[in-house]
């Protein structure tokens, strides 16, 4: 007999009316991860509940909780957990997953000797990504997107971050933007848009990267915020990128704007970008090897989330570490992403960049799950709906046939949801 069944019959209650009721299943509802991980015991880990039961209604959690504490349901569906684990969609905060081209012959080149001068003259680097996305048309980017987020949609991703960046000119910006919306509206997931016009210096204003800058500022930025393409606005405060000088021109011009900000920052040099992007209340800074500890009460004063993007680090072999414990001391969120791009992190698996969070930068299996659940959230300000099972909270759920959640951060290619729900509908 269900918990349905039994409390139907056994209740005097009017039964709680819910399009779904998911049963028997344990739930790792990640509640009271706010900030940082609470050092909490085995039997409250992942926030944790045996034996569980989870109702949706209107594409909202409705009621969640232990099933010998469950009301008496009325319910369109039932689904049977089979004992397996509930869990949040995953979120992907950090992506640039929409470009032209591949960079696989750079790659090889690479592992052949060939020095990067030399593929640089060959036209490699950020230059054919950027070459390759201005030549694609809108439908071709959409296609080739849509490929990619198929993969990680296929691991449990239900919301995901995507960066613009790889045109570095207004038509292209445009085009990466849209497209991106136009993602979301065919898969349903939620997509969180990033305008990162400020990725690189185009080699047409390598000799004046202030005046490409003053086209991202004057141009591009006034029509993306117009036009509502972007959710906030990102840079590459770097030696190689922009300056903090610079960064700040960009930041106050996105506050006029009403745009939010987020940086890609102290991942070569420690340039102070996060201090920067914190003193805008920046909703992350991302990377960060670089990061001062003196630096880290900044970041918690401001509640900026820290984006760790393990893929990068391992595809350019960097040996620079995070200040990952300092992280955790100073309570400040720690996300996780795949930073899924062409050339320095071609990893389209939220799993596998767990996986690496943990063997690389030391995070916990439960650390891993938070920064790809509920600080995922935080980071892309969506806090308030997404990324812990609670009660008015989008149910987008995954059922997982696993006996522990640490199994999602272990194995690598081993698991992949047996069912995912977006706002309460299955996913076919």
């Known amino acids: 007999m269900t918990v349905s069944d039994s409390l ?11 399009d779904l009721l998911i049963e028997n299943i344990s739930l790792a509802t990640m509640q009271g991860y706010s900030e940082g991980i609470p050092a909490l015991p ?78 640089a003259c060959k036209g490699g680097g950020i230059v054919s990504t950027v070459t390759a996305t201005r030549a694609a048309s809108e439908d071709e980017l959409f296609a080739s997107g849509l490929k990619r987020l198929k993969r990680l949609m296929a691991e449990g991703v239900t919301t995901v971050e995507i960066k613009s960046g790889y045109g570095l000119d207004t038509e292209t910006e445009l085009r990466m933007l849209k497209v991106a919306g136009r993602l ?86 420690d340039l102070k970008g996060a201090v920067l992007a914190a003193e805008f209340n920046a909703l992350s800074v991302d990377h960060l090897e670089y990061l001062a500890e003196e630096d880290l009460p900044v970041l918690k004063q401001a509640g900026t989330v820290a984006v760790m993007l393990p893929g990068a680090f391992y595809c350019l072999k960097e040996t620079k570490l995070p200040p990952i414990k300092g992280l955790f001391e100073h309570q400040i969120p720690v996300a996780v992403s795949t930073d899924l791009n062409p050339g320095t992190s071609p990893i389209a698996s939220l799993l596998l960049a767990m996986n690496q969070s943990c063997v690389l930068f030391g995070l916990t299996p439960e650390q891993a799950l938070a920064g790809t659940t509920c600080h995922g959230a935080k980071a892309l300000g969506l806090e308030d709906r997404k990324g812990m099972l ?36 299955e996913v076919q």
């Open 8 to 18: 139907v019959n056994h209740s005097s209650t009017a039964p709680h009316k819910c």
């Open 184 to 269: 979301a509206e065919h898969t349903g997931l939620t997509v969180k848009r990033t305008f990162l016009g400020a990725h690189a210096v185009p080699v047409e204003y390598k000799e004046d990267p202030d005046a490409y800058l003053d086209i991202v500022i004057n141009e591009m930025l006034p029509q993306v915020a117009e036009q509502k393409l972007a959710d906030a606005v990102d840079v590459f405060c770097e030696g190689i990128g922009f300056s903090p000088a610079q960064t700040r021109r960009l930041f106050e011009a996105a506050v006029k704007h009403g745009l939010p900000v987020k940086g890609h920052v102290e991942q070569l040099s």
């Open 390 to 425: 609670q009660v008015g909270y989008d149910a987008d759920l995954l059922l997982w046939s696993i006996d522990h959640p640490s199994e999602l951060s272990y194995g690598i290619n081993m698991h992949r949801p047996a069912k995912i729900w977006l706002a309460g509908c």
């Open 42 to 119: 085995e039997a409250e880990a992942y926030g944790r509940i045996e034996q569980g039961v989870l109702a949706v209604t209107d594409g909202r959690i409705s009621w969640l909780g232990a099933a010998v504490d469950a009301p008496a349901f009325e319910a369109q569906q039932c689904v049977d957990g089979q004992g397996g684990w509930l869990t949040p969609g995953l979120i992907d905060c950090h992506t640039h997953l929409i470009y032209g081209g591949s960079r696989a012959r750079e790659f090889e080149w690479r592992l052949q000797g060939i020095s990067y001068e030399e593929i």
